[in-house]
């Protein structure tokens, strides 16, 4: 069995939208992350920080959205969401992964909260101008970051793009790709359930 817990609008909507593009059946556990009083102390055997996205995969605890996204397009080979071990282009794939969780995320949120003084050559995540120049350029060429393929990557990225749009470079190519994630019929069927 699948259970993800989640909390609408927050980061777990992704993993709704990526267990709807998998097909399997799963279980959403509300987490009220907004709750006055917080999250019961109970829920820090599920996630040490008590956060959603976590996911339960028949007592499998995985955390870390691109953890997840991982776990999942490797559990779940048939739904193609992503290279599998030996196949060309695994590599990228999880450079891809990881490059969301560690360049990518920090320099948004430390372009969201105006935070200066890093030094790019020193800090993990560099220049954030580059990263976007990166996005922007490799979306100008595909359809799909990893190419002529949707992958979990774009979940992670595209989700992103809905969280802090305005944080992120805009252009036609991005616009457009915007607009071909959002017509997925998995990330429609998404919207319903990750709200509830
Ligand atoms: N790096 C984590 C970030 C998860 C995260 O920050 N989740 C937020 C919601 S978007 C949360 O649960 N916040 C509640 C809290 O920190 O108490 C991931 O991508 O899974």
Redesign the pocket.
């Known amino acids: 069995m699948l259970k993800l817990y989640h ?1 609408p609008q ?3 909507s992704r993993i709704v939208w990526l267990l709807e593009e998998i097909g399997e059946p799963y279980t959403l556990e509300r ?1 009220d ?1 907004r709750a006055e009083g ?2 019961p102390e109970s829920y820090r055997a599920i ?1 040490p ?5 976590a996911l339960d995969h028949d007592g499998e605890i995985v ?6 996204c991982l776990y999942l397009s490797d559990a779940f080979p048939a739904a193609k969401l992503g290279p599998k071990v030996g196949q060309r282009g695994r590599g990228a794939y999880l450079s891809w992964l990881a490059y969301y ?1 560690g360049v990518i ?1 920090p320099g948004l949120m430390s372009k969201a909260v105006g935070a200066q003084g890093f030094n790019p050559v020193s800090v993990g995540w560099g220049d954030p101008a580059l990263m976007e120049q990166r996005l922007a350029e490799t979306l100008e060429k595909n359809a799909y970051i990893l190419g002529d393929t949707f992958s979990t990557v774009d979940v992670l990225i595209g989700s992103t793009f809905q969280i802090a749009a305005r944080l992120l470079p805009k252009s036609d190519a991005i616009e457009a790709y915007k607009q071909r994630l959002e017509a997925r019929p998995a990330f429609q069927r998404s919207l319903e359930k990750a709200a509830a």
Do not use: D, Q, Y
């Open positions: 909390c927050t980061r777990s987490i992350i917080g999250v996630h920080l008590k956060k959603v996205p955390t870390e959205s691109a953890a997840i969780a995320e």
